[in-house]
């Protein structure tokens, strides 16, 4: 069965770096999305992403992040300078048809910012 | 925006006991309803999904939703939990442009 995959499983960085996450959404999907969870907190919504351009965004998504599809695969998320409060697990998702029906989760990607 | 509310956080229970999960939602219309697990060290799955039709869904190993419109609820059942259940499970909501998660109940199985 076609699976979502994030790489890499744990980030450590220091406050400040550049991260990039990456995802490899399912092959055929056509709706990519980030998703955050903060220790002990919920599933948030970052941004979802369509034909090549963000469809929406949360007001978490400030311009510290971007998305990127830089080749038919890959999804990625980048974080220009992180801070400790980005500290959290990402995860990606992907479906066929829009953000209203079943969403497809990767493994998440631990970001730990020191 | 949607408002997601899980009534249980933490779940203990022996095998073969009963197992529901409380799921209410905020406001109404037409919502897509979904319920996904996440087993240790593994990544979210979909459990099952309501769209329309009846509203007793069933979905992947032994579970079941039913959907009361009145109640906006989208409670989680199985009659007979077992050891491999321990995991925690997350209530979702469509909300527009994306899914909106309960704060999630972390089930234990005791063998």
């Known amino acids: 069965e076609p699976e979502v995959t994030q790489t890499p499983s744990h980030q450590v960085t220091q406050m400040g770096q550049e991260v990039i996450l990456r995802c490899v959404p399912i092959s055929n999907h056509l709706y990519f999305y980030w998703y955050r969870q903060i220790l002990g907190q919920k599933v948030e919504f970052l941004v979802s992403?369509?034909?090549?351009?963000?469809?929406?965004k949360s007001e978490i998504f400030d311009d510290q992040f971007s998305v990127e599809r830089p080749d038919g695969s890959n999804f990625t998320l980048k974080i220009r300078s992180t801070k400790l409060e980005d500290s959290a697990m990402y995860f990606c998702a992907s479906s066929l048809r829009g953000p209203t029906y079943e969403q497809y989760f990767g493994p998440g990607t631990r970001l730990t910012v020191t | 925006a949607q408002s997601v509310s899980q009534h249980n956080h933490h779940v203990i229970l022996s095998e073969a006991a009963s197992l529901e999960l409380g799921c209410n939602y905020s406001?109404?219309?037409?919502?897509?309803l979904f319920w996904y697990v996440q087993y240790p060290g593994q990544h979210l799955q979909l459990l099952l999904k309501?769209?329309?039709?009846?509203?007793l869904v069933k979905g992947i190993k032994g579970f079941e939703a039913e959907f009361i419109k009145s109640k906006f609820s989208f409670n989680l059942r199985k009659p007979s939990v077992q050891w491999s259940d321990t995991a925690e499970y997350f209530c979702a909501v469509n909300d527009d442009y994306k899914l909106s998660f309960g704060a999630g109940t972390t089930v234990t199985v005791r063998a």
């Open positions: 309501y769209f329309s039709g009846d509203p």
């Open positions: 992403f369509y034909n090549n351009e963000i469809s929406e």
């Open positions: 406001y109404g219309g037409t919502v897509n």
